[in-house]
């Protein structure tokens, strides 16, 4: 029984594929979106940043961040939240502020120190090489550029602290943790860390 939860969620919200997939992004857009923007406004991005969105699912950061920056690049993995986003960002594909790739944290596709800004919201649990994720993300990170990491707290296997010390290890300095609770009472807090690529490196 146990097995089958695991592929119903999985099919669901971690590679989400099919009608089950396209459920768990409506599902994904209503419960994420506090924490979406939420996350958007502390990274707040300027207008000229480039900004790396992992694991948009169905585009409601896309959105938050595009509103603000012109050069938005969201990456994920699944065809259903590809469409998903592309249709709800449609207005914003076509002004050319927001583009959309398949990839994952760990393979973004980007050039080397090419953005400013990376975002991710609830999919650090999903990622199956978090080393090999922070060193991908530190490669295409401008020198000073931001990192910027939420997940559900009770989905953070390894606890902020232990994440804290990954993202150190992968080269990032200035790193900060805490717990943030969206406003809607039945949504879960989240754990949330900032860092910067060293400028030097």
């Given amino acids: 029984m146990q097995s089958i939860v695991g592929q119903l969620l999985a099919t669901c919200f971690g590679r989400p594929r099919g009608p089950l997939g396209r459920l768990g992004g409506h599902l994904m857009a209503r419960?994420?979106?506090a924490t979406?923007?939420?996350?958007v406004a502390l990274?707040?991005?300027a207008e000229q940043d480039v900004v790396l969105v992992l694991g948009p699912g169905p585009g409601v950061g896309l959105t938050a961040a595009a509103e603000r920056s012109a050069h938005v690049i969201g990456i994920?993995?699944?065809?259903?939240m590809l469409a998903m986003s592309r249709r709800r960002c449609a207005p914003l594909i076509r002004r050319g502020r927001l583009r959309l790739s398949p990839g994952t944290a760990a393979r973004t596709g980007q050039p080397d120190a090419s953005v400013d800004?990376?975002?991710s919201v609830n999919n650090l649990q999903l990622w199956?090489?978090?080393p090999a994720a922070l060193a991908?993300?530190?490669r295409v990170l401008r020198p000073g550029g931001q990192l910027l990491l939420s997940a559900h707290e009770r989905w953070l296997p390894t606890g902020l602290s232990a994440l804290a010390a990954a993202v150190h290890a992968a080269g990032f300095d200035t790193v900060r943790t805490w717990t943030w609770r969206p406003p809607a009472r039945?949504?879960?807090a989240a754990s949330q860390l900032t860092a910067t690529r060293i400028p030097h490196t």
């Fill in 76 to 80: 994920e993995p699944s065809d259903v």
């Fill in 128 to 130: 199956p090489d978090v």
């Fill in 117 to 119: 800004v990376v975002i």
């Fill in 31 to 33: 419960g994420n979106a």
């Fill in 136 to 138: 991908e993300l530190h």
């Fill in 36 to 39: 979406e923007r939420h996350a």
């Fill in 43 to 45: 990274a707040a991005p």
């Fill in 186 to 188: 039945t949504a879960p």
